[in-house]
């Protein structure tokens, strides 16, 4: 083995065990999701290493690159791994191909997803309720970052009055779930995408939820928000709600059993909604809430982080202003979730 500062992995695993202290310099928790065998973290005592290798490795190579200069400086014989932890998981996964571990090298890096919650969001699948302004930049996004399996639902042909907000659509008369499918296809042909061209409803829900772990509600109108949300209870599933009118935008996920449902909070669908088309909507506001609903689904999954649940989230985009209202779980009148019990 050469004096280079750098060492390969290919020279790593050539050497004896014993030889060396192998220190992975990333965080406790990234540590946590995945890391070499042997390895221990950078906070751990190597003092006693001076008649060994210190081996040090970071997610990329670059910051052990300038650990290891800085051991040798103090009188060690301190390497870094080129390629870092990176390197040694296209080696070693047998789960991913070397092209999903580069697609998705920026999340895996993230210490709340890793190489765990990324096969978790490879083994997942998504149904998606509406195809339109919501719908589409979820699904986009769903798509990107490898969720395996996504169901799109949509009865609906796509017209000209869409294309401000519905990104995903590229041409008029198409179903919207078909034309949404063949987007995320080629955004990422690595997951499985399925279209539902039909109207979601009491006779078809149990067909279509089955199999799906996590619901996503598009829609666009409140009786077809409140008939998503008793479905889902009622089958168990737990699901996203979002809605979106003008600059502004809400969403609340629910998880049956356990958590509000929209029917703990208003009891009945409101009468007299605004619509997009009586009222308007500007797309931009719509891809906002829609890539909302879409990390809710990511956290669900992963298991990264609190979810909206007991609360619904409000955003004004036109003056920028939040605020979430907070719930105190299942209702004792809520005529949906008590009937479940």
Same mark, same amino acid.
């Given at each position: 083995?050469?004096?280079?500062?750098?060492?390969?992995?290919?020279?790593?695993?050539?050497?004896?065990?014993?030889?060396?202290?192998? #220190?992975?310099?990333?965080?406790?928790?990234?540590?946590?999701?995945?890391?070499?065998?042997?390895?221990?973290?950078?906070?751990?005592?190597?003092?006693?290493?001076?008649?060994?290798?210190?081996?040090?490795?970071?997610?990329?190579?670059?910051?052990?690159?300038?650990?290891?200069?800085?051991?040798?400086?103090?009188?060690?014989?301190?390497?870094?791994?080129?390629?870092?932890?990176?390197?040694?998981?296209?080696?070693?996964? /047998?789960?991913?191909?070397?092209?999903?571990?580069?697609?998705?090298?920026?999340?895996?890096?993230?210490?709340?997803?890793?190489?765990?919650?990324?096969?978790?969001?490879?083994?997942?699948?998504?149904?998606?309720?509406?195809?339109?302004?919501?719908?589409?930049?979820?699904?986009?996004?769903?798509?990107?970052?490898?969720?395996?399996?996504?169901?799109? #639902? /949509?009865?609906?042909?796509?017209?000209?009055?869409?294309?401000?907000? &519905?990104? $995903?659509?590229?041409?008029?008369?198409?179903?919207?779930?078909?034309?949404?499918?063949?987007?995320?296809?080629?955004?990422?042909?690595?997951?499985?995408?399925?279209?539902?061209?039909?109207?979601?409803?009491? /006779?078809?829900?149990?067909?279509?939820?089955?199999?799906?772990?996590?619901?996503?509600?598009?829609?666009?109108?409140?009786?077809?928000?409140?008939?998503?949300?008793?479905?889902?209870?009622?089958?168990?599933?737990?699901?996203?709600?979002?809605?979106?009118?003008?600059?502004?935008? &809400?969403?609340?996920?629910?998880?049956?059993?356990?958590?509000?449902?929209?029917?703990?909070?208003?009891?009945?669908?409101?009468?007299?909604?605004?619509?997009?088309?009586?009222?308007?909507?500007?797309?931009?506001?719509?891809?906002?809430?829609?890539?909302?609903? $879409?990390?809710?689904?990511?956290?669900?999954?992963?298991?990264?982080?609190?979810?909206?649940?007991?609360?619904?989230?409000?955003?004004?985009?036109?003056?920028?202003?939040?605020?979430?209202?907070?719930?105190?779980?299942?209702?004792?009148?809520?005529?949906?979730? &008590?009937?479940?019990?």
């Amino acid at each position: 083995m050469n004096d280079e500062i750098e060492i390969t992995l290919e020279e790593f695993l050539k050497l004896p065990k014993g030889s060396y202290i192998l #220190i992975d310099m990333r965080s406790e928790t990234s540590y946590e999701q995945g890391h070499i065998e042997g390895a221990v973290l950078a906070n751990d005592d190597v003092s006693s290493g001076k008649d060994k290798r210190l081996i040090f490795y970071c997610q990329y190579g670059i910051e052990s690159l300038q650990t290891a200069a800085y051991f040798r400086k103090c009188g060690f014989r301190a390497y870094s791994l080129k390629g870092g932890y990176m390197q040694w998981l296209k080696k070693q996964s /047998d789960v991913f191909d070397v092209e999903e571990l580069e697609r998705y090298d920026r999340q895996i890096t993230l210490a709340q997803i890793g190489l765990t919650g990324q096969l978790r969001l490879k083994n997942s699948a998504v149904l998606i309720i509406g195809a339109g302004g919501l719908g589409c930049p979820c699904g986009m996004y769903l798509a990107a970052a490898g969720v395996g399996r996504i169901g799109i #639902i /949509d009865h609906d042909e796509v017209c000209l009055s869409n294309m401000n907000r &519905q990104v $995903a659509h590229r041409e008029t008369g198409l179903n919207k779930a078909q034309s949404l499918k063949n987007t995320l296809v080629g955004i990422n042909d690595k997951i499985q995408v399925t279209a539902y061209p039909e109207r979601f409803g009491t /006779d078809n829900a149990a067909k279509l939820l089955d199999g799906y772990d996590f619901v996503i509600d598009c829609t666009d109108t409140a009786e077809t928000k409140f008939m998503v949300n008793d479905l889902c209870v009622r089958y168990d599933k737990p699901y996203c709600y979002g809605g979106v009118i003008g600059f502004e935008g &809400q969403v609340m996920t629910v998880i049956p059993h356990e958590t509000a449902c929209l029917r703990c909070i208003f009891e009945e669908p409101p009468t007299g909604c605004e619509t997009c088309e009586s009222h308007g909507i500007i797309g931009a506001a719509a891809g906002m809430i829609g890539c909302i609903q $879409a990390l809710e689904a990511i956290k669900f999954i992963t298991s990264s982080a609190k979810l909206l649940t007991d609360k619904i989230f409000i955003f004004d985009m036109l003056t920028m202003k939040t605020r979430t209202a907070k719930f105190g779980g299942i209702s004792s009148r809520c005529s949906i979730c &008590q009937n479940m019990h």
